[in-house]
Structures are given as structure tokens and as C-alpha cells.
DNA sequence: AGAATAATGATAATCATTCTCAAAGATAAG
DNA sequence: CTTATCTTTGAGAATGATTATCATTATTCT
């Protein structure tokens, strides 16, 4: 496959600006995961980015990982059973609900919920660094 | 070290319930978990079951608490960083704040929060099943 | 182009957890 | 209390996810 070179220099400029040095592997990578708009895992990284640049191996998709997830272009989710599922870091912070039958993952967020965790953690004396809220949920029967 | 007659009762009793063998690995290990006032992980717990039965392996402590786990009568968190965490489970529901610096685990609990994970989920179509709050958090610098 | 430096692929190592199976232990019947 | 049955245990192998190692290859700088 063939990635358009108007998407192509884009990541290209966004790994210039993270000072890493240029390689198809990165350029793959950071395409289909800033393309992706579900929670995949490694496996599904590698298998995406692989039609891009077939040679790429998956120690190279979990040190490229782990590097954006450093420089805060992608986010991390562990969420129970297998193992951790990326995206693309957004503007603005959301939580998940995952349905516990199909594995699908929807996202939500809200204020009032995010002010009460700042509110709670500094009553007992604690700035929230990070958290998670990860809803296991089952859809419900009509 | 001894288990005083009256905590070894109150764990066999327990264990008769839930319709398994009495066997010393188990009641050393349902005894250390309710005593423990922290959230300790399988190490941890094998360490102190053993000051009660010495011989207890890791296999037992991890197929124990599984089945511990599926009759209700302990909770499993898996916070970041290392293996799960256990407790007994309470009466009641709560979420936890966890030290980035020391690993230290505190709990909370918030109605509203919950309340509110529950509207939201249903909003979008969804009942709740289980789910995970967890703030990673620092102490205020005074 | 050539030297310097960083990234890659293959694979070994690690960590948490589960599985396997022969030996030991618990329970129930006689 | 003994025996027969059925469960649990301990030791270690196996698994799954992730990280580390290191020689080879690719990128960047001059
Ligand atoms: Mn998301
Ligand atoms: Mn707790
Ligand atoms: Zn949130
Ligand atoms: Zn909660």
C-alpha cells in the first residue's frame, strides 16, 4: 500500500518536530494510528502498519510506542483481558465504556464527574496526576 | 506462628460455605487476607500465609485467590505497574487514590460519581457491569 | 560520498499468570 | 480406624505481554 504524500509529509513534519529521526517504520506507525478510530492493540497496530511498511517488527511498533506515548502523541489503555490498546491523543481527555460482550470501546466524558475526582483526591490532601474510569458495561436488552 | 482456634473457625466455617476442602493453605490465606488492612499482591500474601503454612506455593496462592475471587469473597485490582492487588471484598463499593511516589492505595467513595457513571452509561445504552476508578495521585506540597 | 549516530529486526530475557501432572491430603463409606 | 474416591497441592513447564540485547542497516551531518 501506498500512503498519500499530503498525509505522508504530515507525519513527517510531526516526527521532525519530536526530533526523532525520519523512518518509514515511524511514518506507518503514526499513520494509522492518528488514522484509527477504534482502541487497537499492538498486534493490530503491526498488521495495520504493515501494509504500509511491510517489514516492520513488533519490538519496532512497542519502542515507537512507548516513544509517542513519551512525547504525549498517543495515550495507552489497559483495559482487563489482553493487552494494552492505543489511539491518538485528543484535544480534550475522555473516559471509556467498554462492552464486556463484543470488546467495542465508546468513549465519554464529564465535567462534573473529572471536577469531583480534583475535588475528592484534594479533600484527602492528593493532586490527581492521571486517572482512568473505564465503565464495564453490557448493552442493554429493548 | 499459630492461628488463634476462634479465627481458624471463623475461616473454616467461611470455607464450608463455599462448599470446598478445609485445607490449611486455604485457611492461611483467607485469614491473612481479612486481617490485611492494605491491598497487597500475590507475593506479598504468599510472604505472610506462609508464617501460617509455611509450605504454601505460588500456585496455590494464585489458584486460591481465583477461586476466592469467583465466590465473591475477595476483590482484584490491577493498578498500574506490577501484579494485581487484593482485598477482602466490603459491604460497601469503593474506588481508590493511588501514591504515584510510595504506591500507597487510599479509598473513596462518592454516591454522585457512581450515580452519574450510571446515567451516563444508560444514556448511551448501556447497563453497567463492573467498572474502575482509579486517580494516581501525588501529595499536596504543604 | 563518508563518518558518525540512531533505529531496526531477530531473538533472548523478564514478569505475571496459568497449566500439567504425579504425589499428598481431605472426605465419605464401611 | 481403614479404605476407596475424589480434590488439592507443589514444582516446574508453558503462555502471553512486554522489554532488553546486539549485530546489521538506515538516517543524518559534514
Ligand atoms: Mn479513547
Ligand atoms: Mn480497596
Ligand atoms: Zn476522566
Ligand atoms: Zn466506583
Redesign the interface.
Known sequence: MELGSNRKSRMISLLRNANVRITDQRIALLSVISEANDHPDVLELQKRAKKICPSISLATVYRTLLSFLESGVVHRN?F?GGGARYEMAKEEHHDH?I??DTGEV?E?N?D??EN??FE???K?????????????????SK
Chains 1, 2 share one sequence.
Open positions: 489497559s482487563e465504556i462492552d464486556v465508546v465519554f464529564s462534573i464527574i469531583l475526582q475528592i483526591a484534594s484527602m490532601g492528593y493532586d490527581v496526576i492521571h486517572h482512568r474510569l473505564d465503565l464495564y458495561c453490557r448493552k442493554v
